[in-house]
């Protein structure tokens, strides 16, 4: 039969109907997936692809094997609940409210996943998030209550609370791998938090890694003996030194028999282990039973600078210890996500709620603006759109993420939003990124571990750091010519035109981001109405 003008018009139409149906599916199934890994605590010294002196992590390298590794990423505020809040809202602490981990979030702030879910995204949490209340905008969560527990830990779930048996890491990645086989929808796209509590204090790793860990023995930091000069009244009082704050029994597990005999008295208690059952801790108690008999014997021979170098291996093995854990898992959600086919269209974000201090100025923690707690590990892998095994050195900031990830998404940004979207420099498009510099403000003092209230800006070349309350100090350092931040040369005549520049670009940022001293008074007002500041 001969084809009519007619039935050629409508079986034109019919043809185009169907594939305009079948372009439109096709797009709404192609936004690409995100899935955000975040550890907590975990320094870019602690990552090979970024140094391999301390730990091979094959897998997290993976991430930046097949995609970015930024060598210049920092946060905004460097604690856990904040950064937190930063990275939700895209807007500093100052403005989001949650400038510290004591007061609670304000979950009237618009976050991104609210934003993705809106979107059509299906969205899920596991893991760490520290805000002491729950996550809004999420289809599915089960976290931690508050700092959560090593082993055996209780989970929050939107069906009520689940202990679990086991290690923290294992099971949080348990918990997500069960969401992406048993109830990840095919037909939308998803945005999975997937957060790690490891490597946070009290470090206990898991039985496979502390039986291999603690038989080793680690290089020592260049500044591990950081007398603090030039930064006395800064650095110099911060509670947070290995040799006289870091605790034998809460942080190295030395037990009460050992510190009883040796005298030795300690303001807090075991800690985590007492999560253990007797199964666990008999398995424990095998590989640090023999440490704490070695230790008892050594003590009585050592000095300040012996009892450092132990006290800082003993740190390192169980710091590493639960990164050796964190890493394996990373490699079970990445593998099944190769499995499934998925990783072609998922953008996969590596990075740390703030970096740690593994020794350096002789420390463990974070809160300074000096660079290892003020910068962070950030590797991001988004097949086709970004070159695999690319480094980029322009200053991020973990602000940036909720724009990047409404871009990724096709959404747009709240107009208020204060970060940048990532998205140009993962597409190698340098030119239209410009940053010249970052903005920092940290403010949990008084408080464990006594570090100052500082706000600064940095650059590439020069960091300005004012801490403006309890002191009035200012430091610059000359980040290229000493890059251990060990020479505080805003009094050195050399940098005076330097120093003017630094503080008048540090106005303009604070006006920018809207940071005034102002608020800074209303937040020392809070701590005054609190208590923790006496009037
Ligand atoms: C706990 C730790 C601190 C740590 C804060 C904040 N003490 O209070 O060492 O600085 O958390 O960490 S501990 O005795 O409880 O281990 S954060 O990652 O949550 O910000
Ligand atoms: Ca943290």
């Given at each position: ?46 990552i ?53 981990n ?145 605790l ?23 800690g ?14 095998k ?20 009892l ?39 953008l ?14 002789g420390?463990?923690?974070?809160r ?39 871009e ?16 140009p420099?993962?597409?190698g498009?340098k ?35 004012h ?46 981001y809207k ?18 500041i006496?009037?």
């Amino acid at each position: 039969m001969k084809p009519t003008p007619i039935s050629i018009i409508l079986g034109g139409l019919l043809l185009c109907l169907l594939s305009c149906k079948t372009e439109k599916k096709e797009n709404s199934t192609k936004k690409p997936n995100i899935v955000f890994i975040m550890s907590d605590d975990h320094a870019y010294q602690a990552i090979s692809a970024y140094d391999d002196r301390l730990i091979k992590t094959p897998n997290i390298d993976r991430i930046a094997k097949e995609g970015l590794l930024f060598t210049n990423a920092t946060v905004t505020n460097s604690i856990c609940a904040p950064s937190r809040a930063v990275i939700l809202t895209g807007k500093h602490s100052h403005i989001n409210g949650k400038i510290d981990n004591l007061s609670p979030f304000d979950t009237t702030n618009v976050t991104f996943p609210q934003l993705l879910q809106k979107a059509g995204y299906q969205t899920a949490m596991f893991g760490k998030l520290h805000f002491g209340n729950n996550p809004k905008g999420f289809d599915e969560f089960k976290i931690l209550p508050g700092q959560g527990d090593y082993y055996n830990p209780r989970f929050i779930t939107q069906k009520g609370d689940t202990t679990i048996t086991g290690y923290v890491t294992d099971i949080t990645t348990d918990l997500t791998l069960d969401w992406l086989k048993n109830r990840r929808k095919a037909d939308k796209p998803f945005m999975l938090m997937y957060l790690h509590k490891a490597p946070h204090r009290s470090w206990m790793p898991a039985p496979r890694h502390y039986k291999e860990f603690t038989n080793n023995t680690y290089p020592l930091p260049a500044t591990l003996f950081d007398d603090y000069a030039t930064r006395e009244t800064t650095a110099g009082p911060a509670e947070m030194n290995i040799l006289k704050h870091m605790l034998l029994r809460y942080d190295l597990k030395i037990t009460d028999d050992v510190l009883a005999e040796l005298n030795i008295e300690e303001r807090l208690g075991a800690g985590g282990i007492n999560k253990l059952n007797p199964e666990q801790k008999a398995e424990w108690d095998k590989v640090y039973g023999p440490i704490n008999e070695a230790f008892k014997n050594e003590y009585g021979k050592m000095n300040d600078s012996t009892l450092m170098v132990w006290k800082y291996q003993r740190y390192m093995q169980d710091y590493l210890g639960t990164i050796a854990a964190v890493d394996e898992n990373v490699g079970r959600v990445l593998d099944y996500l190769d499995q499934e086919k998925l990783t072609e269209n998922t953008l996969i974000v590596y990075t740390s709620d703030q970096g740690f201090y593994l020794g350096e100025h002789g420390w463990f923690d974070k809160r300074f603006m000096y660079d290892e707690s003020f910068k962070t590990p950030l590797l991001i892998k988004w097949p086709n759109v970004i070159t695999p095994g690319t480094t980029e050195d322009e200053m991020v900031q973990n602000l940036d993420f909720a724009q990047t990830f409404l871009e990724v998404a096709g959404v747009t940004a709240p107009e208020d939003m204060q970060g940048k979207s990532l998205v140009p420099l993962l597409k190698g498009e340098k030119e239209k990124w410009d940053r010249e510099a970052v903005y920092y403000h940290y403010y949990e003092y008084p408080a464990e571990h006594a570090v100052k209230r500082q706000y600064g800006i940095a650059t590439k070349k020069y960091k300005l750091i004012h801490f403006y309350y309890d002191v009035d100090v200012w430091e610059l350092y000359d980040r290229a010519k000493d890059p251990q931040e060990l020479n505080n040369v805003f009094n050195d005549s050399d940098y005076a035109e330097i120093a003017a520049e630094m503080k008048q670009k540090l106005s303009e940022i604070r006006e920018k981001y809207k940071d005034s001293d102002a608020l800074s008074n209303q937040y020392i007002q809070l701590y005054k109405d609190k208590g923790l500041i006496e009037e």
